[in-house]
């Protein structure tokens, strides 16, 4: 099970820094993360659950995504569905 969850953190990862250059407003960063970044991170997810170390690297990556930066950050809770 780590090293399904290893593999797809490490995929998840790559991809949010290979678009990081991408100029897009907060929407649509966040639509992009949930339906590219995360795909098959949430259809693993359904099966596995996923280990607490990689939850919260998967949150850290995708926030500096998502955020890129900015000096004024919400908190991730905030934006987190249970």
Do not use: C
């Amino acid at each position: 099970m780590d090293d399904t969850w290893a593999r797809i953190t490490g995929k998840v990862r790559i991809q949010a820094k290979k678009t990081y250059g991408r100029e897009a407003s907060l929407a649509h960063r966040m639509r992009y993360v949930n339906t590219h970044v995360l795909s098959k991170m949430w259809y693993i997810a359904q099966i596995l659950t996923a280990p607490w170390t990689y939850t919260q690297w998967i949150t850290a990556a995708m926030a500096w995504y998502i955020w890129k930066g900015a000096v004024f950050k919400v908190p991730i809770t905030t934006l987190q569905r249970p």
